[in-house]
């Protein structure tokens, strides 16, 4: 723990991206239990300032215009530009007063913002990426630790709160307070969508990286086992990015089963979103932002099919019964972390069977069978 007084004003940079902003939403609880009268600010990728807005231990958010920068700096003739638009987001910060910064994402740029805020006592990763360790005036968890397989991404930003004197024990991510409206729009939204009152299983078939993508016929097999053998009906969810991923799945099972299948994949907001999943009691999805929310919105079980990332460092928390299903035995090239297959086969993903979710599925939730 530091011998530093206590901070005043603590600035948190987390810029993205949305399962990554959702493991960190621990700190700022930790830093408000810990010092009550501080006022807390965070730096986001001004796309996600719904994922973070009107949290109740936040009281300043600063949106960065990041994408524009990168888009502007192809043409070395906005350079300038860029330049002045960086150093007055820096002013802007600068303008706060706060007297400690956390760079809870540990890249160049997120280390930069609070050096170039001049803020003072700057708390950083020891890992070294990017060099961002020249930026920090404390350096904290190193490259090892950082990417041990068996400690929590959630844990390493909770160590750099503890650095600055935080209680972190028991620290679990909290959503934004959500207005009553969306509470209401997502029960009506889900009630009026089944015909029957049969218990939510929420999914998401969709994946960023293609090496996470479990195989659409094992979805297909898997959904086609839950509809026929349970009483559930199914909400499926996702970025707009992976709202065709979705449509092509919901569309092969709508015509046998259509009144128990709502596709919300591109068809909501982050709040809403996370209104939907704070009414449902069970989440299926591999390594993706989904799965964190549903976590950080205390879905009763979450079901994690994961193969190129170690669950003990990316999974979820907040839920009380979180199941986390990989090969068996593992790959010899497991964890990869690789965004793509480096064999071009996924093989990691292939290898957990639609039967072994389902299982876990049965086992997690006792669903009523149909007759």
């Known amino acids: 723990m ?3 007084s206590e901070p005043q004003r603590v600035l948190i940079i987390r810029l993205s991206s949305l399962g990554d902003v959702i493991q960190t939403l621990p700190l700022p609880a930790a830093i408000r239990r810990s010092f009550p009268q501080a006022k807390i600010g965070w730096a986001i990728d001004a796309e996600l300032v719904s994922a973070i807005a009107g949290h109740r231990d936040l009281d300043y958010i600063h949106a960065c ?28 910060l600068q303008a706060v007063g706060y007297d400690v910064a956390i760079d809870a994402q540990g890249l160049l740029i997120s280390a930069l913002i609070p050096f170039l805020a001049r803020i003072k006592r700057r708390v950083g990763f020891a890992h070294r990426r990017e060099l961002s360790h ?21 844990e390493h930003m909770l ?82 990015d992976e709202a065709q991923t979705a449509a092509e799945l919901t569309h092969r099972l709508a015509e046998r089963w259509p009144t128990r299948i709502l596709n919300l994949a591109g068809r909501t907001t982050l709040p809403e979103l996370y209104a939907v999943l704070g009414r449902v009691p069970v989440m299926i999805a591999s390594d993706t932002a989904p ?61 957990v069977a639609p039967a072994e979710v389902f299982a876990a599925v049965a086992q997690a939730m006792e669903l009523p069978a149909r007759g």
């Not at 020249?134 to 959630?154: I, R």
């Not at 503890?162 to 620290?171: E, F, N, P």
């Open 134 to 154: 020249f930026f920090y005036t404390e350096k904290y968890v190193g490259k090892k630790e950082y990417f041990a397989s068996e400690t929590l991404h959630s």
């Open 291 to 351: 799965l964190h929310v549903a976590g950080a919105a205390r879905c009763a079980h979450l079901i994690g099919v994961y193969g190129p990332t170690p669950g003990g460092r990316t999974g979820p928390s907040g839920s009380p019964d979180i199941r986390l299903l990989s090969a068996r035995p593992r790959l010899h090239c497991q964890p990869c972390r690789r965004a793509r297959c480096r064999y071009g086969t996924n093989q990691c993903m292939h290898n």
């Open 65 to 92: 215009p990041r994408a524009h920068w990168h888009k502007a700096a192809t043409n070395p003739l906005s350079w300038p530009r860029v330049a002045r638009d960086i150093s007055a987001f820096a002013g802007d």
């Open 159 to 240: 160590a750099l709160g503890r650095a600055i004197g935080c209680d972190i024990s028991g620290c679990q991510p909290t959503l934004p307070d959500l207005p009553a409206y969306l509470h209401g729009a997502a029960a009506a939204r889900l009630e009026q969508a089944f015909a029957g009152s049969g218990p939510l299983i929420a999914l998401a078939p969709g994946t960023r990286w293609s090496s996470k993508q479990w195989p659409a016929e094992y979805w297909l097999e898997l959904l086609a086992m839950i509809l026929t053998r349970t009483a559930a009906n199914l909400v499926v969810v996702g970025s707009e």
């Open 2 to 4: 530091s011998l530093q």
